[in-house]
């Protein structure tokens, strides 16, 4: 299987404030990579697919990169509404796996 | 717009068998993969599986000796089914197609 790795886990910051999430791969996964916003009692949202390209409707101040086993997903103004658990998931791999999570709180 | 609507038992006893099924409104089944994906209370989210339309499917490694995802084509569904569920089957199972669509969640728990 192909394990990712998130960091951190939990971060605070405050309105404005720039945040930067990392995801690793333990073996390449070339550019297959999705993000995904979850909100409290809700299901994911995909905000990103393919590392880097923005799932329609998706606020610019999002942005993906990356590729082989090292992805980041920075949100370059944190807004109110971004207050919410983040997910990358692989699907290079036919067993498409997440990682643990990143849960972004308010300072 | 594409629309998951999803149902199945919410309570379950030990060692009985998991059983959701999710369908799929305004849009075709055919070429896309269907998926389910389950978050234990307070936990991550962890991949169950997924089917696509020409009926090939993946399982997740921990589950696969318990797990079955099927698809009904002429109905526009496609169903989960879980065996000897135990207490650590406790969570939320979500459809969801192409990871774009998501169904609503059902909270299955299993206790005796």
């Known amino acids: 299987d192909i394990q990712m790795t998130q960091s951190p886990s939990s971060l605070s910051a405050s309105v404005g404030d720039r945040v930067t999430i990392t995801c690793r791969a333990s073996?390449?996964?070339?550019?297959?990579l999705n993000w995904y916003q979850q909100k409290p009692g809700k299901a994911p949202k995909l905000l990103m697919y393919a590392a880097s390209s923005l799932q329609s409707g998706v606020p610019s101040r999002f942005r993906g990169s990356g590729s082989g086993t090292d992805f980041t997903l920075t949100i370059s103004s944190l807004q109110p509404e971004d207050f919410a658990t983040y997910y990358c998931?692989?699907?290079?791999?036919?067993?498409?796996?997440f990682g643990g999570g990143t849960k972004v709180e308010i300072k | 717009q594409v629309r998951l609507q999803q149902w199945g038992a919410g309570l379950l006893k030990p060692s009985e068998t998991l059983s959701l099924t999710c369908a799929v409104y305004?849009?075709?089944?055919?070429?896309?993969?269907w998926s389910w994906i389950r978050q234990p209370p307070g936990k991550g989210l962890e991949w169950i599986g997924e089917i696509n339309h020409r009926g090939s499917t993946n399982y997740s490694p921990s589950l696969k000796s318990r797990v079955t995802i099927s698809g009904d084509t002429s109905k526009n569904q496609f169903s989960l089914k879980l065996s000897s569920v135990t207490a650590a089957d406790t969570a939320v199972y979500y459809c969801a197609g192409d990871y774009q669509y998501w169904g609503q969640g059902t909270l299955v728990t299993v206790s005796s």
């Open positions: 305004g849009g075709s089944f055919s070429g896309h993969y």
């Open positions: 073996q390449s996964i070339s550019s297959d």
């Open positions: 998931q692989q699907s290079y791999s036919t067993l498409r796996t």
